[in-house]
């Protein structure tokens, strides 16, 4: 947010809904604002107390939340009186300087009290719609009035689809234009497939969920006897809490079925992957749902997802990934036997395959980075004043709601004078920021232990010394990362031997995916990639993580890029985000390293997609690279994505256009004979060249050189 960006919030997420509940909206609020302080936002959470967890606690990367003492009324939702929260979160809202209060869920009271209460102090509002609702019975007419109050002048929606988008502007009679739709997301890393986990003596059907009617249990309750009946080798696995959890427990006794089903309980977030990977089929048969968190994490993991068809389900998961039923017993009943004729034929796709094209629909970055968008928008607009507030609630909610409520906001706003006038805001003790551009708790340095210190100093003594005083190697900060990663990083060769020594890790990963050698590839010692490799380092761990060699060539740290690729690297392997070595050396005009990347045997015209290096190289105005590619037999016609060659990114009457031009006409026949040779030697040319018995000019001819 420095140096001319976008300006940063101070934003505060309300909900009665967050950890440690565990849930689709609690995940959504957690990850959203840690993605958020990661783009350099000051934001904290306020929710109500849960048991003994009371007043203000710290979580990962500085995340303050607000544990409030007020009562619960029915299912983690607080009882409200409208007015009796408004001095408690007045005084956060003061004291923390929030500029907009982003409320979570239809279901939470807090939320809507965070609102109302936000409008009248003269605070942009946003709130997200994690819920679908009817609209015919009791329930359902009550909760879309209220939120056709909460929701009337709120300065943005967002909802997390776009059935959901039809529902809440249906429901609350808005204007379609100020409601966006972003979208849930998961972290890929947190869910990755294990098929070792599962036993495949066995099929076992997954089911993580709120025990609660909503989430279709009685649907559960009517597949389970069937299908076990049916199928011996059929297990289930419940994990999850609520008062339905007494219907599958009656199931269970009255099928006999204690060996076969299995309920888990409560799980905390952390250990829901767990739980995941033991399966290979997973059931949703949730009855209402606007984007359903579970069948993505589930899908992540690398199984087959079963779910019904309601609400924005249909949008989540591509037709491949998942078999949609009507909400019946006998539906889902026949979606679970066609998955498990999959299983058993072997038609299914692989956990790994499964979780590379999951990973690549949904990140939290992405959401996080579509919600500022939606607070810059926010931030410009204009706050209603009292008396358009008043008139707003009562043409848009009727005549009687709208009366009642245009009542309350001014008991409302009295309310709010007299507790200024008890306890000016001036006087108010401002909070030290925990995020945001001047927060204390930075996210680099939160839980970093003195063998961190050490190693990333290079300071070997003292390294040694915490070492034999029992300090573990292996500790690593809340972003995951290991005293080894620092080491690499300051590019400490005889730290990291230490470290290495002593039982590191050598294929740590933070939670960014980043490993030991990337970070030595960061730093360019050529001397700590070596010896990470001596030590057993995989120079990838998997396609969705930094690459190293990627990482050495875009910084021109060419001994690096040598070191890999001499330990059987792949020379062309490409990056989803970066393309191959080649590309990359082309993109960041590194002319040493795209020579030496030619000279071991790169495909040159292997890319980025339809992209080529040539491309790149045209792009970047880099005479000399063009050169250098041409001469290696680059395909001038190639054509990219927008059907442009690279003639056609070249600037007009530039000396790269020049070059372009020149090589445009057939090679020479001295040309064609180089490059059909080395065709034929394949990679190995340099070294296999020799071997032709040559005259030394028509080898150094070959060769280039």
């Excluded at 210190?453 to 290079?458: I, K, L």
Aim: aromatic fraction near 6%.
């Amino acid at each position: 947010m420095e140096g001319g960006g976008p300006a940063a919030h101070s934003v505060c997420m309300v909900s009665d809904f967050f950890y440690p509940n565990m849930g689709g909206v609690e995940s959504h609020v957690y990850q959203l604002s840690q993605c958020l302080i990661e783009r350099g936002h000051k934001v904290l959470v306020v929710t109500h107390a849960y048991g003994h967890r009371k007043g203000v606690r710290y979580l990962t990367s500085g995340l303050k939340v607000y544990y409030l003492p007020l009562k619960v009324m029915y299912n983690q939702s607080t009882a409200t009186t409208l007015f009796h929260s408004l001095p408690l979160l007045r005084y956060i809202f003061v004291r923390e300087r929030v500029t907009i209060v982003h409320a979570h869920s239809s279901f939470s009271a807090m939320a809507h009290d965070a609102l109302f209460h936000a409008k009248t102090m003269g605070l942009r509002t946003v709130f997200t719609d994690h819920s679908l609702f009817g609209f015919a019975d009791v329930s359902s007419v009550l909760t879309n009035k209220l939120l056709t109050v909460s929701l009337c002048d709120t300065n943005h929606i967002i909802c997390v689809s776009y059935t959901s988008k039809e529902n809440t502007v249906l429901r609350a009679a808005l204007d379609p234009r100020i409601v966006s739709v972003i979208p849930n997301a998961v972290d890929p890393t947190d869910f990755t497939p294990d098929p070792s986990r599962r036993d495949d003596s066995t099929i076992t059907i997954v089911v993580v969920s709120r025990l609660v009617y909503r989430k279709g249990i009685d649907l559960l309750s009517g597949i389970i006897p069937e299908l076990c009946q049916k199928y011996p080798e059929l297990h289930f696995l419940v994990g999850g809490e609520g008062p339905k959890r007494i219907v599958l427990e009656e199931v269970r006794e009255r099928y006999q079925l204690h060996d076969r089903v299995r309920l888990l309980g409560g799980l905390e977030h952390q250990d829901v992957r767990n739980v995941l990977v033991q399966g290979h089929i997973f059931l949703n048969t949730s009855l209402t749902e606007a984007f359903c968190m579970a069948i993505v994490e589930a899908a992540s993991c690398g199984l087959q997802v079963v779910s019904t068809r309601v609400g924005g389900i249909p949008e989540v998961l591509p037709e491949n990934l998942i078999i949609l039923c009507e909400p019946s017993v006998k539906s889902l009943c026949d979606g679970l036997e066609k998955a498990i004729a999959q299983l058993r034929s072997g038609t299914l796709p692989s956990p790994e395959t499964v979780h590379n094209e999951v990973k690549a629909f949904y990140t939290w970055r992405n959401v996080a980075e579509r919600t500022e968008k939606v607070y810059d928008r926010v931030a410009d607009e204009v706050v209603l004043p009292m008396k358009e507030r008043l008139d707003r609630l009562m043409t848009h909610c009727g005549p009687v709601t709208g009366c009642i409520f245009a009542f309350f906001a001014v008991l409302n706003f009295l309310l709010l004078m007299f507790l200024r006038w008890m306890t000016p805001d001036s006087i108010i003790d401002v909070a030290i920021d925990a995020t945001g551009p001047k927060g204390a708790w930075t996210k680099r340095w939160a839980d970093r232990s003195p063998l961190h210190d050490a190693a990333f100093q290079g300071r070997l003594l003292s390294l040694k010394t915490l070492i034999a005083q029992g300090f573990n190697v292996n500790l690593v900060t809340t972003d995951r990362v290991s005293a080894l990663h620092e080491a690499c990083l300051g590019g400490h060769v005889a730290c990291a031997k230490v470290l290495l020594e002593n039982g590191a890790q050598v294929n740590a990963v933070t939670i960014d995916g980043v490993t030991p050698l990337f970070n030595a590839c960061c730093s360019g010692s050529a001397a700590c990639v070596n010896m990470l490799l001596e030590f057993g380092a995989k120079a990838q761990l998997g396609n969705h993580l930094p690459s190293p060699i990627h990482e050495a060539v875009k910084r021109g740290h060419r001994e690096c890029m040598e070191t890999l690729l001499a330990h059987e690297v792949d020379i062309d392997q490409e990056d989803p985000q970066h393309g191959t070595p080649l590309y990359m050396a082309c993109t960041y005009q590194r002319t040493e390293c795209v020579k030496k990347l030619l000279e071991l045997g790169a495909n040159v015209n292997v890319g980025k997609r339809l992209e080529t290096p040539l491309h790149a190289a045209a792009r970047k105005s880099s005479v000399e690279i063009v050169v250098l590619l041409t001469d290696y037999g680059a395909n001038l016609k190639c054509r990219n994505a927008d059907l442009k060659c690279a003639l056609d990114l070249a600037m007009p009457h530039s000396k790269v256009e020049q070059a372009l031009l020149l090589r445009e006409g057939p090679a020479s026949l001295a040309q064609l004979c180089r490059l059909c040779i080395r065709r034929c030697l394949g990679r190995s040319c340099l070294y296999t060249a020799h071997k032709l018995h040559l005259p030394e000019p028509l080898e150094n001819f070959l060769l280039y050189r």
